[in-house]
């Protein structure tokens, strides 16, 4: 529990409005639970155990469970960013082609989140300016929150350990609903991290544009 | 784990925070990573991440799983095989075929302990042994069945490399050579020595999945198993007449061994982490039995001993004074065989080891163990436990001899190419390190599309391979063509070295630089080098070089264009 009372406090002093009202997917009634000490109920889902729960805001302004409103039953590519490294590590110009190649997938099948590993610079409406920027459509969320819950985002989906900002060379992709994760860089190709999403996606009749038909 | 072993971690926890705060950077600050390092207080090791069921379990309560030998089948081939698809088939015209199925089904690491969902070959996990012979080319037909809807971290789309065999790029099982759910691969093996000298002759190889992003998951779920090369000297039987013969311990003596270690679900399903630097399972399994024994008889044995990774790095002793013959290295016999109070294995690795029961008792009991301190899944600490102390893999229970042990361990075994500097006309360097979550080569992820060296067939290269960090290791493997080692941090390797010997994997320890001879012959088209701590490869440690055709003279095999890719198709009846 200690974690979590660090949790209150750090949510507390960064996004005071979050302890008035509602989290995006359980009503007030489990956000106040939540504030009050006691664990919340997760609903559960394939990756459950592995994503933190963690209330979040996007660049639209939306507070958000990250795992059950931003992750559950969704295709997401995940990755670290900050607005003030964007001009040494390019990662959000690279994931802004990864979008242009998804099409109108992008929102409906398939979900891009950048998570920022500098909150207190990136506000929701930093972000949101930085998002339009890059031309980020529906479907591509830029996610700040507290400090410390954008750090226990980032140990348990980012780093590992080796330092801090670093870890916005990773991109995570998974298939939420069938537990499958996986990483790559994210300055791969575009082509290629849009085609790894497609490799998460469950078909269940084979066939593939690849595949020779004997 | 003893006391003893318990303060070195602790000292060790002291020293990995250390290092990390030299380390982290902007944005977060330094204050913020502390929470994620370990103190003495509450030092965690990766194999018991709280994801990790711990079971409680009794050691050496199941017998070791002996590992059905694969039985070639005797009708043709439907579709039949498509010799367009394969470089040299004519010359290779397979004499045996193989199926094998890959599906999901129940297993039970340890009789303590729920079935467990895993994938195998044809039902088993692991897949049968291959007996392969020099001079008898083999092609292997391979099902994917797995469950296209599979709920869980590994993904059903596969590719199965055999690991070490020199055969074309197309049967090899590379990494974007993916076999879906519903899909089968022909993989064509000649089983033809490197240049056609038998002193280039192999013994102990192993097939795994390979798939890209996913290999770490694929195998671990079960994807691994043995295939080994016999021929006129290593004939795989210890009453053959032949002068030539080896005469090594054979048939139910002869006992291939995959070491991987595995943690759990509180329902018993397989657990595994998302953590790009490595895993620790909490278990040691062999054939994937959990700590499991052997009884052996009083008389010799070889063991080929296999890391199967995904993370850990061994060092094998045995709880006596019992010491190891080794004979062979990452699947190779050496020159002579070499005694050795223990042997190591980082990921990948082979050694072929006699061990000498004879003068055991009827129920002595001698335990394996590894006594390589490893806490985290980037590599090993760089301590080890004194023997005794070590962690138990398994237990060997002496029994009576049932007859003469009529086998030998030769005093020369199979002698080293020579390595033909003259011929050399290319030196490369590649640098193993980190960036920020993700595992480099050169500075560089792994790109399927990007070729990073291209060699002219027939040529000789010097390979420095250096390991950019301080922290972790790199158990590197390269594909197709095996390398003897030339210099290691600037010296040649001291005689007795077991690692003067043809290799496929380099143990790269941090700070290292090693020197490596290779000769690329025989076919043309694209393998690989990578870290085989396969987490570290599916994190992008990986490069893609290509043998291109030589500017004189005419070239051995053709790319096959465009690169053959899955044939849909289901298994036939029986399978």
Redesign the interface.
Known sequence: MKNRREFLTAGAAILPVLALTACASGGSAKLVEHLAGNSCKKPGG?SA??FPNRVVMTHEGRKAWFYDDLVKNKIVGLNFM?IR?EEQFAVTQNLAKVQALLGDKLGREVFLLSLT??PEHDTPAALEAFAKQHGAKDGWSFVTGS?ADM?AL??K??????????????W?YGNE?????????????PQ?LAQ?LA??E?????S?P????? | MTNTSRRNLLKLGLATAGAGLAASQQAFGVGDIVGDLCTPDNLTLDQDDPGSHDFNLTLFVDPLPIIPVAQSIDFPLAPPIDPSRHQRYSEFVPQKIYIQVLREFDFQYHSALPTTKVWGFNGNVPGETFHARYGEPVLIRRYNQLPADHVGFALPSVTTHLHNLHHASESDGLPWDHVDSGFFWDYHHPNYPAGGDPLEKQATQWYHDHRMDFTATNVYMGLTGFYLLFDNQDTGNEHDKSHQAFRLPSGKYDVPMILHDISFQEDGQLYLSQNTNGFLGRYYTVNRKINPYLEVEARKYRFRFLNGGPSRFYELGLRSDQQFIVIGNDGNLLAEPILAETIKLSVAQRHDVIVDFSKYEPGATIVLENLMEQIRGEGPTGQRFNKGEGNPVMQFKVVPLTAPDLSRVPGKLRELPKVKLREVKQHRLFTFDYIGGIWTVNGEGFDMDRIDAEIEQGSAEIWTIRNGGTRWEHPVHIHFEEFQILEFNGKPLPKGDVNKSRKDVLTLGPGDEVKLFFHFRDYLGCHVMHCHNVVHEDHTMMIRWCIIPPKSGPALGEIIEPRPVMRLGTPPAGF
Request: aromatic residues 10%; hydrophobic residues 35%; glycine residues 10%.
């Open positions: 394939a155990k592995y900050s490294s590993t500098d400090v750090q980032y140990h989906l980012g780093a590992h350990g080796h330092g801090a900002a670093g870890g916005h060379h990773v995570r609903p069938y537990a499958r994760w996986a990483a790559s860089h994210a300055m791969a190709k290629q790894r490799w998460v469950v078909r269940k009749n084979p593939s690849k595949a020779q038909i004997s």
